[in-house]
């Protein structure tokens, strides 16, 4: 199977995941798959990049569990009386790349690696379930660089594989930091937009082009 495949989380919630997996997707003509959606009132994240995806290629790929609660996805799971199975999450993703043939696939997370999916696993175990590289999503704000650091450090502690770092948002500049605290590349960095539409997604993905590039990545 030569599907590249690789597993899109943050330092934290609500860090830019969801942006930056639209940005990437756009730029590499990739499918989307987010496996464990939790909340949906306004909306789910397939949803939104979808509507921000210009390309004529990118497949968005139905979740495996979608789930009501905006929580903690093993709370949520817990909410509906269901249980998180990785094992079904594993075999629909080699379900989607059999049928995607060798297109790179993204795969979002919930939260950041330590998000529970279930009493005993968490997101870190899924991403080394998929066997798939990681990209680190970090916003510049206050307090981003110790959770940038502690995201980096259990990454290598657990071995698993981290193609670098995609950085959102103006607050401060912290990224040379960080890249050259943790060893890993600086992938791209994301502004703040002033608005977040098809538009402003393409020209991000074609500044992101060259350096996803460099890094084979593309």
Not at 36 to 43: S, T
Not at 177 to 205: C, D, F, H, M
Request: glycine share 6%; hydrophobic share 40%; aromatic share 8%.
């Amino acid at each position: 199977m030569d599907t590249p495949l690789y597993f899109i989380t943050g330092t934290g919630t609500d860090v830019g995941k969801t942006l930056a997996s639209a940005i990437l997707a756009e730029s590499m003509q990739a499918d989307y798959w987010k496996p464990v959606q939790a909340g949906y009132e306004n909306g789910t994240d397939a949803e939104t990049v979808r509507s921000l995806i210009s390309n004529l290629f990118t497949k968005i790929h139905k979740e495996s569990y979608c789930l009501q609660t905006p929580a903690s996805p093993h709370i949520a799971a817990r909410n509906e009386n269901l249980l998180i199975d990785i094992k079904k999450i594993v075999l629909d993703a080699k379900q989607i790349r059999t049928d995607i043939g060798n297109k790179p696939l993204l795969v979002e997370g919930a939260g950041g690696l330590l998000v529970p999916i279930s009493d005993n696993l968490f997101v870190a175990d899924l991403a080394k379930e998929l066997g798939a590289k990681i990209i680190l999503v970090s916003r510049n704000y206050l307090g981003s660089i110790n959770h940038s650091l502690l995201t980096a450090a259990y990454c290598k502690q657990k071995n698993l594989p981290v193609a670098g770092w995609i950085f959102t948002d103006d607050y401060l500049q912290y990224e040379e930091e960080i890249v050259k605290w943790t060893g890993y590349p600086l992938l791209g960095s994301i502004p703040k937009l002033s608005a977040v539409n098809k538009i402003t997604v393409k020209q991000e993905a074609e500044k992101l082009q060259k350096s996803l590039q460099q890094k084979g990545l593309l």
